[in-house]
């Protein structure tokens, strides 16, 4: 069997067990009991967010299971026993399973430790244990200064909403929305209001602002004023994450044609971007039937997914044109 890269393998597998000695996690059992119910939750959590069906895994039959894997999954998700890129635990309250997590075994180069399968089942919800957990797991990681890094999907609001509220930042958006926390980075501090909008981080008990924002009826306005030192290397990501931000409040992304035509393509800092990618997620959606009940981004075009794909061969048949033979 193929070695995943090992890189601060030590470190990560050094704060597991730290974590499963104080009973905060425990690795899943390679039964076909655990390894199946561990599995019928990343399910589980796809068809609540896409079905709206928010069925305890626990309780699910193979029919729905089966309804799950079909109608609610990207792609076949494999048992934890398979994934030898990350290890998969339950998340315990008091002894109890509440819920399941898994952590990546190694980051790939980096510094940031990849968080995926987060999940309370319903019963467990309102008493703080995802918020909890994710806090023991930033702990557990930064004593060896590595942070953590997790992807969820724009049309998934109520996930996406949490994880801003818990002090994640967003660093990117390439293919779903890419959030990131570091140990030495403080918590972003978001105000949105009905006309004006700021992103700051707490020094010396006081706020420093990194980006001001208004808008404008359907036009988005951004102050260029650059932060002070040292926290202007946070702007880029402080844009990001504002613009995630203002995007959950129904604001404007756009600030003008000039701007969209020159940056919708970005990954990361060009509200436009991610209002393009917004249009794009929410288009693929509609097209597998899956749940879209979003704000809406003022100015911005909702296309559906064929249209887009008429859209994206013109553009390529401009760039690629045919041979002339």
Not at 160 to 177: C, D, E, F, M, Q
């Amino acid at each position: 069997m193929p070695r995943p890269f090992s890189e601060h393998g030590k470190e990560i597998a050094t704060a597991t067990r730290e974590l499963v000695g104080r009973g905060a996690m425990e690795p899943v059992r390679r039964s076909r009991v655990d390894q199946s119910l561990w599995v019928a939750c990343d399910h589980a959590s796809c068809a609540e967010n896409r079905l709206g069906d928010t069925t305890d895994p626990r309780a699910a039959d193979e029919t729905l299971l089966a309804r799950w894997r079909a109608e609610a999954a990207d792609e076949p998700l494999p048992p934890p026993v398979k994934r030898i890129y990350e290890r998969c635990f339950w998340i315990l309250d008091r002894g109890e399973r509440c819920g399941t997590v898994a952590l990546a075994r190694s980051t790939l180069g980096g510094d940031l430790v990849r968080l995926a399968s987060l999940y309370v089942f319903p019963t467990e919800r309102g008493r703080g244990l995802g918020r909890a957990i994710l806090g023991r797991i930033r702990a557990a990681l930064a004593r060896h200064g590595l942070g953590i890094r997790l992807e969820t999907n724009w049309t998934w609001q109520k996930v996406a909403r949490w994880y801003l509220r818990v002090g994640l930042w967003l660093g990117h958006w390439k293919r779903s929305l890419n959030y990131r926390w570091y140990p030495d980075v403080p918590a972003p501090i978001i105000a949105v209001g009905d006309r004006e909008a700021t992103f700051s981080v707490e020094h010396d008990g006081r706020p420093i602002v990194l980006v001001r924002a208004r808008r404008d009826g359907d036009r988005l306005i951004l102050d260029d004023t650059a932060p002070p030192e040292p926290f202007a290397e946070l702007r880029w990501d402080a844009l990001t994450t504002l613009s995630l931000a203002l995007a959950f409040r129904g604001w404007p992304l756009i600030r003008s044609k000039e701007q969209w035509d020159k940056s919708y393509w970005a990954d990361a800092c060009a509200p436009e971007a991610l209002a393009y990618q917004i249009s794009v997620w929410e288009a693929w959606a509609h097209k597998r039937g899956w749940l879209v009940d979003t704000p809406r981004v003022p100015g911005l075009e909702y296309p559906s997914w064929e249209t887009f794909q008429e859209r994206w061969k013109a553009e390529l048949s401009r760039v690629m044109p045919p041979d002339a033979d």
